[in-house]
């Protein structure tokens, strides 16, 4: 199938070039200066506005839902009233600080501070949305054919999405979790569909796409988050046992003395902190050296003019053609990796009859 | 650094999707898939086991329709045998007919042509007594023109007669 295989090259080259138009934006606002790090950050950071694409010098984006709780109660108002630094109720856009890019308002004092509660719709929200409402369509498209007909086999599509499914069902729920592994069946499915689909939407540049969702530390708390409630909801009491009266010497353990309830206590807190670190920053990095590698473009354009960019643009698209692809890679397996870690640490807070008189 | 510190909003707008996203899948999306390829995997191994028993009940019937065919190839060499041996039989007793009958006509028609034989013997002699009288007749009445040889002749009748 050699055109489809063209297309597909034409629509990544096309992927690369709308991200170097992003490029090009941050450049044209610093006027000849290209600051690598701004360009980077403005792409993986959360945003008010959904940026789709600058022309010329017009930005063209969707504007999103800004809710904040400030002094005086709730406002909602959109982001298209804070462009180009104006004000809305005293809320604006900070310049610098740490609060850089960020909703603020002044106190009486005249400080700048953020609101009390900032739960604006965000970029990365509203590319969670999209997501969720896909992921239902997709699933209960599929649902309804099975309910129609389970004995039919499924074909495309959703033959594809079955095999994921089982193999995931089999592989790595089955296997991990030894005592009903039904119950828990359907988070670590929902999960995995989550984080992978979320993956998928990140890599691509357009507008459906291009939030780095899975690359935002708050994404991926709220699921460590839930794997760990789970986790400690369902343990079973060996499990507690296991953190408050370990099978050690008993010095280690006294109520004087309890070293061991510490280990196992922060030994409890690294797994959700592992889950959160490990999917945000692969998925971050993934994102970072495809920008970096656009960015490479710019910084040589600056340094040697049209003949270096021209001669750095097509290592940089190669590089960045690669990126890409291992990134399609990289999104299958941190969603799978999150979903085994998952797995098993659901699995450990519910060991096996066998096993806990063994260990005894 | 804003990287790493997590954003209340974002929490609140991640949090709220994904229960939605988990609560409709796991009660329309999941119980259906799993509960479909789990009957999908029943039905084809009752399916199996189906065509495992067809196969079986194939050979039995096979092995029956053979042993069907045998007796009657059995009972088909068996009749054969005895259409040949009563064939036999009827051809030595036709054989047997056919040489007395034979004999008989053999015997008979030698019968008749004795009988036939006889009678032209009969005739031939009659004739010939018819013509050697007429021979004696015709010598008779040359010779006994004289009184002499009729004297003779009878004379010599007359011995011959008693001396007969």
Request: hydrophobic share 55%; glycine share 6%.
């Given at each position: 199938m050699p055109l489809k295989n063209r297309s597909y090259f034409a629509l990544i080259l096309l992927l690369i070039f709308t991200m170097s138009m992003g490029a090009l934006r941050a450049e044209e606002q610093e006027k000849k200066s290209f600051d690598i790090k701004e360009m980077i950050f403005t792409h993986v950071l959360d945003s008010y506005e959904w940026h789709i694409m600058t022309i010329g010098k017009k930005n063209i984006s969707i504007p999103l839902l800004i809710i904040v709780k400030g002094e005086d109660g709730w406002h909602a108002f959109s982001s298209s009233k804070l462009r180009d630094g104006q004000q809305y109720n005293g809320f604006y856009l900070s310049k610098e600080g740490k609060n850089k890019g960020k909703v603020v308002t002044k106190n009486q004092a005249g400080e700048e501070m953020r609101p009390k509660l900032d739960i604006s719709f965000t970029k990365n929200a509203a590319s969670i949305i999209i997501a969720s409402i896909a992921l239902i369509i997709i699933m209960l498209s599929i649902a309804a054919q099975y309910k129609k007909d389970p004995i039919r086999p499924m074909k495309g599509f959703g033959g594809a999405i079955?095999?994921?499914?089982?193999?995931?069902?089999?592989?790595?729920?089955?296997?991990?979790?030894?005592?009903?592994?039904?119950k828990f069946a359907p988070y670590l499915l929902t999960v995995f569909y989550f984080?992978?689909?979320?993956?998928?939407?990140?890599?691509?540049?357009?507008?459906?796409?291009?939030?780095?969702?899975?690359?935002?530390?708050?994404?991926?708390?709220?699921?460590?988050?839930?794997?760990?409630?789970?986790?400690?909801?369902?343990?079973?009491?060996?499990?507690?046992?296991?953190?408050?009266?370990?099978?050690?010497?008993?010095?280690?353990?006294?109520?004087?003395?309890?070293?061991?309830?510490?280990?196992?206590?922060?030994?409890?807190?690294?797994?959700?902190?592992?889950?959160?670190?490990?999917?945000?920053?692969?998925?971050?990095?993934?994102?970072?050296?495809?920008?970096?590698?656009?960015?490479?473009?710019?910084?040589?354009?600056?340094?040697?003019?049209?003949?270096?960019?021209?001669?750095?643009?097509?290592?940089?698209?190669?590089?960045?053609?690669?990126?890409?692809?291992?990134?399609?890679?990289?999104?299958?397996?941190?969603?799978?990796?999150?979903?085994?870690?998952?797995?098993?640490?659901?699995?450990?807070a519910r060991p096996e009859e066998?096993?806990?008189?063994?260990s005894n | 650094m804003e990287l790493f510190t997590p954003e209340v909003g974002l929490l609140f707008w991640m949090l709220i999707p994904f229960l939605v996203v988990f609560y409709v899948l796991a009660k329309y999306a999941w119980p259906a898939i799993l509960k479909g390829v789990e009957k999908r995997n029943q039905f084809i191994d009752e399916s199996l086991i189906a065509a495992r028993q067809a196969k079986d009940e194939l050979a039995r019937v096979k092995a029956d329709s053979d042993a069907i065919l045998e007796q009657a190839r059995i009972e088909q060499a068996a009749i054969l045998a005895e259409a040949a041996k009563s064939r036999d039989k009827i051809l030595e007793v036709a054989k047997d007919k056919a040489g007395e009958e034979a004999t008989k006509i053999i015997a008979s028609a030698r019968e008749q042509i004795n009988l036939?034989?006889?009678?032209?013997?009969?005739?031939?002699?009659?004739?010939?007594?018819?013509?050697?009288?007429?021979?004696?007749?015709?010598?008779?009445r040359d010779n006994l023109n004289e009184k002499e040889s009729q004297m003779n002749m009878i004379d010599r009748l007359l011995d011959e007669i008693n001396l007969g």
């Open positions: 079955e095999q994921l499914t089982m193999s995931v069902y089999n592989d790595v729920i089955k296997p991990n979790i030894p005592n009903d592994y039904q984080i992978f689909l979320n993956n998928l939407l990140g890599l691509i540049p357009l507008f459906p796409g291009g939030a780095n969702v899975t690359g935002n530390i708050a994404v991926t708390l709220i699921l460590a988050l839930l794997t760990f409630i789970i986790t400690n909801v369902f343990g079973k009491k060996e499990y507690w046992k296991e953190i408050f009266w370990p099978d050690v010497p008993v010095f280690l353990k006294t109520p004087l003395f309890p070293l061991m309830q510490f280990i196992e206590f922060i030994g409890m807190l690294t797994k959700p902190f592992a889950l959160t670190i490990r999917l945000f920053a692969n998925m971050l990095a993934g994102h970072m050296i495809v920008l970096v590698l656009m960015g490479l473009i710019f910084i040589f354009y600056i340094m040697m003019g049209v003949g270096g960019a021209l001669g750095i643009s097509v290592i940089s698209i190669a590089f960045g053609i690669f990126m890409l692809l291992l990134d399609v890679l990289v999104s299958f397996i941190q969603a799978y990796v999150f979903t085994i870690l998952s797995a098993i640490f659901i699995g450990m066998r096993q806990v008189q063994k | 036939e034989k006889e009678d032209a013997i009969r005739q031939i002699r009659r004739e010939v007594a018819i013509l050697s009288v007429d021979i004696a007749e015709k010598v008779l």
